[in-house]
Structures are given as C-alpha cells and as structure tokens.
Antibody, heavy 116, light 107 residues
Framework: EVQLVESGGGLVQPGGSLRLSCAAS????????MHWVRQAPGKGLVWVSR????????NYADSVKGRFTISRDNAKNTLYLQMNSLRAEDTAVYYC?????????WGQGTPVTVSS | DIQMTQSPSSLSASVGDRVTITCRAS??????IAWFQQKPGKAPKSLIY???SLQSGVPSKFSGSGSGTDFTLTISSLQPEDFATYYC?????????FGGGTKVEIK
C-alpha cells in the first residue's frame, strides 16, 4: 500500500526556517517524481515544487523560488522541503504527492503557520 | 502561467443528480488535465488523469472529457459521499496550476 507521511510542520516566526519531510513507503521511491503542494486556510490548492527521481532536476513556483529547496534521500525513501525566509503568506497545509500520470497519491499534509 | 478557470465555483445538487463541472485552460494543455476530490480536513484524492482516464479504484460514476482548452468532470449519479470540493489541474507545463475549485453541496 502506498503511503506518504509528512512531518516537520509547526509555528515559526516570519523570516524563520523549517524543514518538512515526507516519508514514503509501499512503492519504489526512487522511480517516481515527487511534488509539494500547499493549501492556505480556506483556500485552494497551489503547486509549490517538484523533483525528479534521482534528485537532479527540480522546479519551483515563482512565489517560493530562492527561498525553498526541494530534495530527496532515496536511501531513506524521504522527500524534503527546506523552507527559509518564511513569510505570513506561506502559512498553509503542505502536502507531498507522488507523480505517475498526474499526482496519484497524496500525504495527509502537515500544517505550517508563519506568525509572530 | 496557464490559468485554469473552473466553473461553477459552487453548486447545490440532490442525491441522484447528474453533475457537470467545467474547466477552461488559458492555452492548450495537450489533455494533461487531472481532477481531484477533496473533503474537509482531508488530502485531495485523484479521480481522473489525462482528461478522461480513471484512476485505479475510482468508481465509474466519475468521468472526464474534453480536449484543447475545454474540459469537464461529470458525476453520473450524485451520492452522499460525493459532496466535496473538486479541483482541476493542468500538468502540461510548469508551474502546474489548479482551478479555483467547485464546492458541491447538498440541495
């Protein structure tokens, strides 16, 4: 059974940093591209970033480019999102998702609140 | 960026109704459109990919159609468990973009 479990969210002050993790199981992690998608409270879904299977190719939304870094450790079956210079508008639930002919499996999400 | 315009933003329907949600892309997306269902407090669930292909395990009451820039999601006979918010998403080019969502409520 495919499982994606996010962790690392929490309350952080503006300008602070946070690293999210997404532990994957039930599939060959290194064979799949992975994505992060976020959802601000009461709002819609917004794509954040994507990484290919070997970690050498990445894409970012303009709103996070230069502040967020996506990475993966295939030996640990774990996806990461390093978030620096956090802003109030980064407050959201962050989901990791597997890509196979679209985003087919999603984690339960981890909430991030940026506030002083 | 490709804009995905979803309509309606909300609708009220009864159990057994046929429901159609539309999504218009601001440019051609080569049928790289997916549809998701999201219930309150839950993660999105993938329903349809490549415009009309059903994800594994998704009931056949859900169907997708369209081409070019205009696409639809249809629920053939609405059931209580189908009341949720539905999103379209293009994955033809980066950044991936979602529609604004359609909230399907009970009439």
């Amino acid at each position: 059974e495919v499982q994606l479990v996010e962790s690392g969210g929490g309350l952080v002050q503006p300008g602070g940093s946070l690293r999210l993790s997404c532990a994957a199981s039930g599939f060959t992690f290194s064979s799949y591209w992975m994505h992060w998608v976020r959802q601000a409270p009461g709002k819609g879904l917004v794509w954040v970033s994507r990484i290919n299977g070997d970690g050498r190719s990445t894409n970012y939304a303009d709103s996070v480019k230069g502040r967020f870094t996506i990475s993966r450790d295939n030996a640990k079956n774990t996806l990461y999102l390093q978030m620096n210079s956090l802003r109030a508008e980064d407050t959201a639930v962050y989901y990791c998702a597997r890509y196979w002919a679209a985003l087919d499996y999603w984690g339960q999400g981890t909430p991030v609140t940026v506030s002083s | 960026d490709i804009q995905m315009t979803q309509s309606p933003s909300s609708l009220s329907a009864s159990v057994g109704d046929r429901v159609t949600i539309t999504c218009r892309a601001s440019q051609g997306i080569n049928n790289y459109i997916a549809w998701f269902q999201q219930k309150p407090g839950k993660a999105p669930k993938s329903l349809i990919y490549a415009a009309s292909s059903l994800q594994s395990g998704v009931p056949s009451k859900f169907s997708g159609s369209g081409s070019g820039t205009d696409f639809t999601l249809t629920i053939s006979s609405l059931q209580p468990e189908d009341f949720a918010t539905y999103y379209c998403q293009q994955y033809n080019v980066y950044p991936l973009t979602f529609g604004g969502g359609t909230k399907v409520e009970i009439k």
